[in-house]
């Protein structure tokens, strides 16, 4: 690793910054969210996470993603879904779009995080023909994911940046 790499983040229930503090840790870096940013070194190699949101990264993560120009970028996340599902690949290469070209992208890895109960709640009160209405095999999957992200997330997240980076 050869830049000064600072770790940026968007959470919304705390999963991805869970992921985030283990990650600069253990590169030895700084750890800010998408809303303090200020005094990130221009030349730093960023580690941007963010939490999936409708399949692409979540708005606060969006607006500060549009903001870098000829950064070099590892993009990590987490989302309620199978992190190697074919939902996951498309939220991959959907956050990649959102990098202006000038960026290059070194690696992306998104890891299963716990959903939030307020939008299983919403999910109660969809319509059953409602792709993410709620049933006894979705009420399965909330529940496998609620343990998450746990140590071997976190470790495949480290794995993979420290690959991206070197």
């Keep these: 690793m050869k830049n ?31 809303k303090d940013t200020a005094g990130v070194p221009e030349n730093a190699d960023l580690c941007v ?8 990264a979540d708005a606060a993560a969006k607006k500060y993603i549009e903001t870098l120009r000829g950064r070099r970028v590892f993009i990590y996340g987490t989302l ?13 290469a959907n956050i990649r779009a959102l990098f202006d070209p000038s960026n290059e992208i070194l690696g992306a890895i998104l890891v299963q995080g716990a959903i ?9 009160s969809m319509p ?26 976190f470790a495949k997240v480290i794995a993979a940046a420290k690959e991206a980076l070197a």
């Excluded at 309620?80 to 991959?92: F, L, R, V, Y």
């Design 128 to 153: 059953k023909d409602n792709v993410h209405a709620y049933t006894a095999e979705s009420a399965a999957r909330y529940a496998a994911a609620a343990s998450h992200p746990d140590a071997a997330d």
């Design 4 to 34: 000064e790499i600072a770790v940026i983040y968007s959470s919304r229930t705390g999963n991805t910054q869970k992921v985030a503090e283990h990650l600069a840790e253990a590169l030895g870096a700084s750890c800010r969210s998408v």
């Design 116 to 124: 939030d109960p307020a939008l299983i709640e919403m999910f109660k």
């Design 49 to 56: 996470g963010m939490w999936v949101d409708r399949g692409t």
């Design 80 to 92: 309620g879904a199978e992190p190697d599902s074919e939902h996951a690949e498309k939220c991959i």
